[in-house]
């Protein structure tokens, strides 16, 4: 090639740019061989076709078209709070340059990738069009506090992505102290510690409960019998007085769902051995 040959761009507009910047558009090695052509912050102004011209010192012009698509503008559609197993159903959508291309969707959730997207419809924009693609699953507790979204390209970070919040009953469980089985064995009037381990969403209250002489689950009074919760950990205090046996459970609640009970915990008092003095005169020495 000729040095002295010169290359032209044509921009999307029917412009010829004459030096070697217009607007956002920058042509760099203006060197007669070689015209690159640079377009810093695309928009959707700036899809369409662009050509690029060589004009030799001797001899006819040779060009070359190039089209550019824009996508952008992404975002997806989907509640926030689901219950455990509830369907989750959202929506992704992107805007586009029309092209003979399909628009590449992937679903996520947190950095878990997936192609199953359910089915699809455009919307015409004027000269763009609005792709959009649509996806049913059922929750799962691990896409609590997860990011469910939509790309059409990860590299790019083409990407739109909303936080999930999973709510699911309450459940609860009584962790013994030791590896003994129950029943838990204990002095009259000894306080008795039981523990109790909950999970749920929202964070469930648990109370402690005992079973009456009518077979009947009774709250015991919270501020009488709570000592401390930590980290879903729920320690009770209970001090045996007057029966010789009695049942207790946990009992947890959080507002979705069946309540939950824990395993019955009995506690036992243990017996007093009487001891008496008796004589035998005949064995008096």
């Known amino acids: 090639m000729d040095l002295s040959d010169v290359i032209v ?12 910047s217009t607007g956002r558009r920058y042509a760099t090695d203006r060197s007669g061989s070689m015209a690159y052509l640079e377009i810093s912050n695309v928009t959707f102004e700036d899809a369409g076709f662009y ?19 824009v996508r952008g503008e992404m975002k997806v559609e989907v509640d926030r709070n689901f219950t455990l197993h509830d369907t989750i159903t959202a929506k992704c959508c992107v805007r586009s340059t029309k092209s003979e291309y399909d628009v590449p969707f992937e679903w996520f959730i947190s950095n878990v990738w997936s192609v199953n997207d359910k089915f699809e419809e455009t919307i ?12 049913s699953i059922t929750s799962e507790r691990k896409f609590h506090e997860n990011f469910f979204g939509c790309s059409i390209s990860p590299e790019l970070n083409v990407t739109s992505k909303k936080p999930l919040h999973i709510l699911y009953p309450a459940n609860v469980e009584w962790i013994p102290l030791t590896n003994t089985p129950p029943p838990i064995m204990v002095n009259r009037n000894q306080n008795v510690t039981i523990t109790c381990l909950s999970d749920g969403n929202p964070s469930p209250s648990v109370l402690l409960q005992k079973k009456t002489s009518k077979n009947q689950w009774m709250d015991l009074p919270l501020l009488e019998n709570f000592w401390n919760v930590t980290d879903k950990n729920w320690k009770f205090s209970y001090n045996i007085t007057e029966e010789t046996t009695c049942a207790l459970r ?12 824990s395993d019955v915990i009995t506690i036992e008092v243990l017996g007093r051995c009487a001891f008496t003095k008796s004589y035998d005169p005949e064995n008096i020495y």
């Open 9 to 20: 761009w044509v921009l999307n507009n029917n412009t010829t740019m004459e030096d070697e």
């Open 51 to 69: 050509k690029c011209i060589r004009y030799p010192k001797q001899g006819y012009a040779e060009s070359k078209t190039n089209r550019l698509h």
């Open 124 to 135: 015409s924009i004027d000269t763009d069009i609005m792709y959009c693609r649509n996806i």
């Open 250 to 261: 946990c009992f947890a609640t959080n507002g979705v769902g069946e309540p939950s009970a």
